[in-house]
């Protein structure tokens, strides 16, 4: 299946099986409310629990309760999910932080550095 989407700051599109995500710009506290619930409509219509989530051009300006609110949010958003992040080394701190709340909830993700190494990852499950 070949699926599309996007709006202001997020995209998602499939490609062999792997469900990519991307979001840019400068996001802050709530702006992941509607991306969201974009992906849970869209993802029951699509075969993959592979997720590769690129967030390199994203800007995000949260304090640190917000940070861990949205670390919640997302990994009970992609559960069930294999989920790679893909990451600016600026990222690594705040993206272990996710990595770790998708474990808490009995899933596996794991941060890279380009997409190439993250879809590898993906894909040899």
Not at 64 to 84: C, D, L, P, S
Not at 104 to 124: I, N, Q, V, Y
Request: glycine fraction near 8%; charge should be negative.
């Amino acid at each position: 299946m070949a699926a599309n989407y996007s709006m202001q700051g997020f995209s998602l599109s499939v490609a062999d099986g792997i469900i990519e995500l991307h979001s840019d710009g400068e996001l802050g506290s709530g702006s992941e409310q509607a991306p969201a619930r974009a992906f849970s409509t869209i993802a029951e219509q699509i075969d993959s629990r592979l997720i590769l989530n690129d967030v390199r051009s994203a800007v995000l300006t949260l304090s640190e309760m917000e940070w861990a609110e949205r670390m919640r949010f997302v990994a009970r958003t992609f559960q069930g999910y294999r989920v790679a992040y893909v990451i600016r080394p600026d990222q690594a701190e705040r993206a272990g932080g996710f990595v770790e709340a998708h474990a808490r909830l009995g899933d596996t993700a794991a941060c890279f550095k380009s997409k190439a190494r993250a879809r590898a990852w993906l894909k040899e499950e």
